[in-house]
């Protein structure tokens, strides 16, 4: 699995208007940490789940148990 997510605890301030016009115009769904993303990958049983970061912008992979 590999995905990208605009994260709320990384960017600051500036990042706040992308997250709400991006969720009012539908191309963005809820928000998460980067400690959420990962705990969502636990749980969903994936292994040497990777996040790096650039700017608000969060990469991940993992792979499936």
């Keep these: 699995l590999t995905g990208s997510a605009l994260l709320n605890d990384?960017?600051?301030?500036r990042t706040v208007p992308v997250r709400?016009?991006?969720r009012l115009?539908?191309?963005?769904?809820p928000s998460a940490t980067?400690?959420?993303?990962?705990d969502w990958l636990?749980?969903?049983g994936f292994t040497d789940v990777t996040l790096e970061m650039s700017g608000a912008i969060g990469y991940f992979r993992?792979?499936?148990r």
């Design 10 to 13: 990384s960017g600051g301030l």
């Design 20 to 22: 709400h016009v991006g």
């Design 25 to 29: 115009s539908g191309l963005l769904g």
């Design 34 to 38: 980067q400690r959420e993303v990962e």
């Design 42 to 44: 636990d749980e969903a």
């Design 62 to 64: 993992g792979v499936r």
